[in-house]
Each structure stands twice: as C-alpha cells, then as structure tokens.
C-alpha cells in the first residue's frame, strides 16, 4: 500500500495520528510525518486517517 | 443479497454513509439523492480558506472510495415527501423511489433573520454558491461587513473578511461574549480580546431590529436603535434541521430527527440518520440525545449506523454497542486554531486553566461534578498538540451517568 498526503494541504490537525499511529506521527515541532508504504495489514487504519483529515489531505494508491 | 438503500442528502454524511454501508457488507443498490448540483465536497473552508481565496472550489471534492464507485447518484433531485409505512421516498421530478433501507442524511440549512428591509446583500454560508457570492462582494474596495451572529461561523468569516483587507467589519450578537455559548465565559473573552486586536468590531448585547436600503441593504438597525452602515451582511444565526420531506410520519422532529442509540429513527430498524440532522443519545455522558454540528460526525454516526442498518436488513442482530463517540472541533481565525475534544458544554460551569495564559497559547478544561468532560486549546500548533495530549483521558472517563 502507498500512502500519499498533499503536504500543501495539509495544517497539521493531527486527527490521522490517532487514526493510525504506527502510520502518521507529529514531529517535535508539530509538523506530520509518515511511513509512506507501510503494511498491508494497516489498511483499515490508514483508510479511517484518511477519512478523518479535515483537509483531505490523504491518499491511498494500490 | 438485493434491495435498495436510498440515501437522502448528498453531501459528507451521504456519501460516509454509501462507503459505510459497503464496509458493512451490503452489495444491494445504493441510491444517493441530494439537492445540490455537486457532488459532495468539504464546507469547513467555504469560510476560511475558500472566502480567502485560498482554495479553488474544485480542491473541495471528497474523492469516493473505491468501494462505493457503483453508488447511483441522483443530484440536483430533492427529496419532497416519504412514507415510511410503504417503504416509498417521493423526489421533486415526480418518481416514487422504494426502498428497504433508508439513511437520513439531510443536514441543515442556514436560519434568516425575519426583519423588515431588502434582501440583497444578506448572506449566509452553507453552500459552494454562497461562498462564492459572498467573496465577491467582500473583495469589493470599500465593503462595510456587518456578520450578525458571534458563533462559529461568524467568528470565522469577520476573521477572513479583516485578513482579506476588508477595514470595516462589525459582529453583532445579542450575547455579551462570541462563542460563549460553546466555550463559557473565559474562552470567549480571550477569543473577543484577539478579535478586536486584529481590527475586528463588535457590539455585543444587542440583537438585529431590521435592515436598511431601499434594492439592497444599506445599514443594520440594531436593538437599541443605533445603525451601522453596511454595504455586506452576513447571516450566521444558526441553522434549521431540513427534516420537512419527513412529516406526516409520526416522528419527532422537534431539533432535527431523533435517533436511538444505535441511530434508528422513529422505532424503525430500516431507518438511520446521520450527520447534523441526527439528534442522537451518547453514551459517553448523560444519554441525552442533541444533535452535534461538528465536521467529526457524519462520519462517525455512519459507521454506526451503516453497521445497525446492514445487519437488519441481512437478517442479523446488531451486535452493536450504545453510540459513544468523542466529539471534537476545530475552527480557525486569523492565525490562531481553536481545537476541542470531548463535550466542554457540559462542563462550562467549572472551567479551569490547564496549562498556558489565556492572553497566550491556552489549554482549558471544562468539568462536570469534578471530572473533565473536554478540553479546548486556543493558539498555535503548540496548543493544539496539547489538547491532543488529553484525547486519551477523555476517552477513558466512565460515562458522565456511570
Ligand atoms: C461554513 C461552514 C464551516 C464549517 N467549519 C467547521 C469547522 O471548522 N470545524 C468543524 O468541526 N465543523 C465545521 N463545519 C460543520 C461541518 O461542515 C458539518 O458538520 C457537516 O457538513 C455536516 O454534514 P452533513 O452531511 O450531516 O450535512 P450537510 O453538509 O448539511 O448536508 C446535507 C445535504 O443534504 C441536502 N438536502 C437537504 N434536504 C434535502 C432533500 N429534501 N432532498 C435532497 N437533498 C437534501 C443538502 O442540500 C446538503 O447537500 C462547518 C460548516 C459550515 C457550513
């Protein structure tokens, strides 16, 4: 799974964190991180991050 | 498995409920009928960003999942009447849409002042087309704006109307603070404080008694007689539950449609609602059920409800928990984000500061018979973070009637 965020949309809400945390993660200065291809296996919660950003910021490639 | 799930209302709770409804297991047809043109697309920015010119309207667009790709949708199509006996929904093109499952997903509209004076030049922001008419008329040199209403929404707009150089802005409300309502007494001054520091005017206490101007409004009567000269006004005095096309069935439509714990409407396990037009019972405090206006909603009552409403119709037992879900908001004005997690208006008669100075980045706690219901950060990303930081506790906390 590829997991692809429009980081000029993006305003740090952090809403995607809770979603999935093994997949998104605030840095130090408030500022989002991401593992860009993680396992399969977190689908469903990389899916909820992504309904869950109020920018809709997230993507989802296969 | 076969039958139709109509959807009514084609915007974010319509199309979280389509894409639930397929994670739930239903591969019948799904048909969504909404009255706008559009299909569904994201209004938070219609007062920020989109009003600031800062985001071109076709950045709005949720993009459906793949899931739901065979989801009939019928815009530009309103739902005008439904018999719930017969299992039959009536759109105003004429046709008769059955159904074995039905999602009430129609949302609100804006409320109106009912004074006396011309109509043009009022606004209201709920829709694409609002926002745009509205921009227009807020980039013209020289507007005087007077945003009636302190709330949410009109917190929002005076913030973009004083960033997009507009020099003249007046909110009027009849409370004595903005957003008191939601946030209690300390917020709500910290939030005038920084309004008014960025050129923002307010005249508090007083509410609208007619407009000005013979084609289009020149000025805004005020309750005490004084009136402000105003080239824009912006209505933004709360919204109406567009549940009309339910009468004649017997519910309870008194503030939106009410719903049981599992989002059922009216005792009728084939009918769901979701989105701002649900007033549901959470679990999580007292069980008494509001309707919530918050972006967070619509997807998490979709979920719920798509769950309850799938196992009816394939035959099996909701094996559902009572709907409990966190509520949270955010709203931005000028360089600052109020964030919110958990019901703070329930707990607004024991507010506490948590951590930084109201006149700074501010975390405040509001609490209910000694125990933290919510918490709100107003500031930068720093604030914010620390709100987050409390999601967990808020989570964990018995239900406010345990
Ligand atoms: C300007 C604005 C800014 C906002 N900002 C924030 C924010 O910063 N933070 C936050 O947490 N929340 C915010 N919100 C709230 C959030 O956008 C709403 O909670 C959310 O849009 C609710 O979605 P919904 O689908 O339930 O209802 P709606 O979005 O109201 O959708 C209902 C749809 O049904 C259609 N409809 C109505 N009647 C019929 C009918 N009879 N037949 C067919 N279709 C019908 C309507 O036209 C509409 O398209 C904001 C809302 C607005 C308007």
């Known amino acids: 799974m590829k997991v692809v965020v429009d980081m000029n949309k993006c305003q ?51 | 498995m076969t039958g139709r799930i109509v959807i009514a209302g084609a915007s974010m709770g319509g199309l979280r409920a389509a894409e639930q409804l397929r994670a739930a297991g239903w591969a019948g047809a799904i048909t969504v009928v909404g009255d706008e043109p559009h299909m569904p697309y994201n209004r938070p920015p219609l007062s920020k960003e989109v009003l600031a010119g800062k985001a071109p309207f ?13 989801v009939e949708w019928r815009l530009g199509t309103k739902v005008v009447a439904a018999r719930l006996d017969e299992r039959t929904v009536e759109l105003d093109d004429g046709t008769a849409l059955a159904y074995d499952g039905l999602v009430v997903a129609t ?53 973009t109307a004083v960033g997009l150089g507009v020099t003249e802005v007046t909110v009027v409300d009849p409370l004595p603070l903005p957003m008191v309502g939601p946030l209690g007494e300390l917020l709500a001054r910290a939030l005038l404080k920084r309004h008014e520091e960025r050129g923002v005017h307010f005249a508090l206490g007083t509410g609208v008694a007619g407009f000005e101007g013979e084609d289009r409004v020149t000025g805004v009567v005020l ?44 005792g009728l396990p084939e009918v769901v609602a979701v989105g701002d037009v649900a007033r549901f019972p959470n679990a999580r405090y007292d069980g008494v059920p509001r309707r ?82 919510g918490v709100v950060a107003l500031g930068g990303q720093a604030a914010a973070m620390g709100a987050a930081r409390y999601r967990a506790q808020l989570l964990k906390q018995p239900a406010l009637t345990a």
């Open chain 2, 223 to 266: 309750g005490d007689g004084t009136v402000l000269p105003a080239d824009v006004v912006v209505e933004s005095v709360g919204s109406i539950a567009n549940t009309e096309w339910l009468d004649g069935n017997g519910l309870d439509l008194t503030d939106g449609v009410l719903t049981d714990e599992l989002l059922r409407v009216g």
């Open chain 2, 58 to 70: 076709e950045s709005l667009a949720f993009a459906p999942k793949a899931a739901a790709a065979d």
């Open chain 2, 292 to 373: 919530v206006e918050h972006w967070s909603i619509p997807t998490d009552t979709a979920k719920h409800a798509a769950k309850a409403l799938v196992a009816h119709l394939v035959g099996g037992k909701a094996e559902l928990a009572p709907f409990a879900p966190l509520p949270t908001f955010w709203s931005d004005q000028h360089e600052f984000r109020l964030q919110s997690f958990g019901s703070p208006v329930l707990g607004k008669d024991d507010v506490r500061v948590l951590d930084g100075d109201p006149d700074d980045d501010v975390l405040v706690g509001y609490h209910h018979d000694g125990r933290l219901v």
């Open chain 1, 12 to 62: 740090d809400h952090g809403q995607c964190v809770f979603a999935a945390p093994d997949v998104f993660q605030m840095d130090d200065n408030g500022r989002l991180a991401f593992v860009p291809d993680p396992d399969d296996t977190l689908r469903e919660e990389v899916e909820e991050a992504a309904d869950v950003c109020p920018l809709q910021a997230i993507r989802i490639e296969d």
């Open chain 2, 107 to 159: 949302g609100m509209r804006p409320r109106r002042l009912r004074c006396e004076g011309p109509l043009a030049g009022r606004h209201t922001v709920r829709t694409l087309a609002d926002a745009q008419g509205l921009r227009e008329e807020l980039t013209r040199p020289g507007a005087r704006v007077v945003v009636v209403g302190g709330g949410f929404i009109g917190c929002e707009v005076a913030a």
